[in-house]
């Protein structure tokens, strides 16, 4: 593992479900393709010169090269791991340029043959490793004078090019940035990569003086040391599945119960349970368009579906009355917010589930409850759950009002934008009509699961 590398496009574009293919990552793959098209083609003549007069030697350290890449090794959403570099870079110092660009394009062409991947993966994948084949050989034709120092140097810059490109490709493709794809997955090897060169470099010398055993001799033990670790690494792949299933169970079951507790409100109110669940499924659904993911996501559906708890301290007359509240009644129900956040705050939840339930009564004007937030002092999640809060009771019907169709609703909640509403808010919900207009016609308790699944 010492000496291994990370090396797979498919990492960019398949490691999660909701990879864009979009037109930044496009840009990526045509550019990094161009410049090595323009490389190769530039040199193709110094290519078939070196075919040419040293058949024996390319043929040897392509063959390497190759076998090398087939040693990979696939490591759980993280690609493969490798030590293909060690046959390019070998290339790098006993061939030219445009030859060493070659083996290392024929060496990415086998690993997408062989993964069967997409064709837009492999000509990522082509274009990388020629790339930082011809980044390593300039280095290490201009520091010449002293080999092993330029070998390292050489070995440096394959990885960092290599890596860097790929970086770059997940960030893009994953919405995430540069610097976090590099810490999760390379960060790790940073003190490895420098050893490339040096191994290519005594392989290469191995080779010069006793000819293929001696190439072998050096590059050979660590792709069998990479194979070592097959069995643990499956075994390895095996219990994190079992581990990620147990706590998908886990988290659907914990999910169910929350709901679970939210309908059992209806005892109370016969509008909280259903109207719950809505609230929750409109909640996840504008979170997601704010940029939510994650624990901060499901943070915000527990969120909406607890942010009226409290009600279970309010006075069954009050919630079930058939007509307008009466200012000491209101009084009394301003309280729930507080009884909420009190029953919830020995539990240990993320804090966004807190703001949902104490902030989702407080308006951008300040004159909310229960503590008179006004503007950005109110949490953004809690901010969404009283718009989709205010959504959905619009779109309900009560026994002093009829149900508000879907437009209707929006265009009041609109009018209010920016005294009671949070203007971002409501714009992203007048996207979701847009987008999801099933989603606010009535049809949200599928949805509010998605993200869990």
């Known amino acids: 593992m010492a000496l291994a590398r990370i090396d797979s496009p498919r990492s960019a574009f398949e490691s999660r479900p909701h990879l864009r293919f979009d037109d930044r990552v496009m840009t990526l793959v045509v550019t990094t393709t161009v410049v090595a098209s323009v490389g190769l083609i530039t040199m193709a003549r110094a290519i078939g010169e070196t075919f040419a007069d040293e058949p024996g030697r390319v043929a040897t350290l392509l ?141 290469t010398i191995a080779y010069r003086q006793t000819g293929t055993a001696g190439l072998a001799a050096f590059a050979l033990p660590p792709a069998l040391m990479i194979l070592s670790v097959r069995q643990y690494l499956e075994r390895t792949t095996a219990a994190v599945d079992e581990i990620r299933q147990a706590n998908l169970k ?48 499901e943070a915000v559906e527990i969120g909406a579906l607890l942010h009226d708890v409290g009600k279970i301290g309010i006075p069954e007359q009050i919630l079930r009355k058939q007509a307008p509240l009466d200012d000491g009644e209101w009084d009394v129900v301003k309280t729930h917010p507080v009884i909420s956040d009190y029953i919830l705050s020995e539990l240990d939840l993320n804090p966004i589930v807190r703001q949902c339930a104490r902030s989702s ?80 016609a009535g049809e949200p308790i599928a949805a509010a699961r998605m993200h869990v699944a």
């Open 63 to 203: 063959a390497l090269t190759l076998v090398l890449q087939m040693f990979s090794v696939p490591v759980y959403r993280r690609g493969s791991v490798s030590v293909s570099a060690i046959g390019v870079l070998a290339s790098v110092f006993l061939l030219d340029t445009g030859t060493a660009m070659a083996v290392a394009v024929a060496a990415a062409l086998a690993q997408w043959i062989r993964r069967r991947g997409e064709l837009h993966k492999g000509i990522f994948d082509c274009a990388n490793y020629a790339v930082s084949a011809a980044a390593a050989s300039l280095v290490f034709r201009l520091a010449d004078m002293w080999r092993p120092g330029a070998a390292v140097l050489a070995g440096a810059v394959y990885a960092a090019v290599n890596n860097g490109l790929l970086c770059l490709a997940m960030s893009l493709a994953e919405n995430t940035s540069w610097r976090t794809i590099w810490r999760e997955r390379f960060h790790w090897a940073r003190f490895h990569f420098v050893l490339f060169g040096p191994l290519a470099l005594a392989a």
């Open 250 to 297: 886990l988290r659907r079951a914990h999910r169910d119960t929350i709901a679970a507790l939210s309908r059992s409100m209806e005892a109370k109110d016969v509008y909280t349970g259903g109207h719950t669940e809505r609230v929750a499924a409109v909640a996840v659904a504008l979170a997601r368009k704010l940029g939510f993911n994650g624990e901060a996501l």
């Open 361 to 440: 009564h407080e308006r951008m004007d300040g004159l909310g409850y229960p503590d008179g937030l006004h503007g950005d002092e109110i949490p953004l999640p809690a901010r969404i759950v009283l718009v989709a809060d205010a959504f959905d009771a619009l779109t309900s019907a009560r026994p002093y009002r009829p149900a508000r169709p879907p437009l209707a609703a929006l265009a009041e909640i609109r009018e209010h934008a920016g005294t009671q509403f949070c203007p971002t808010v409501v714009a992203a919900l007048e996207e979701l009509s847009r987008s999801e207009p099933a989603l606010l």
